[in-house]
């Protein structure tokens, strides 16, 4: 998790560890829900990729 961008780091946080809807993290950042999609999806992404690369 430290690797990822503070943005993405709050928001993962947010929602996967804490269960807040993405709406109320819009609303809580005062961000667009468009954002928290975009930034959620990034950090997975993200998320993926160094993890693969720890497996080789």
Known sequence: MEALPEGFRTIV????MEGIPQQ???EL???SHAT???QYH????????LLQK???
Do not use: S, W
């Open 36 to 38: 928290v999609r975009t």
């Open 29 to 31: 950042l005062g961000i």
């Open 24 to 26: 109320e993290i819009a």
């Open 54 to 56: 720890e497996t080789v």
């Open 42 to 49: 990034r950090a997975k992404k993200k998320i993926l990729t």
């Open 13 to 16: 946080n947010l929602y996967v």
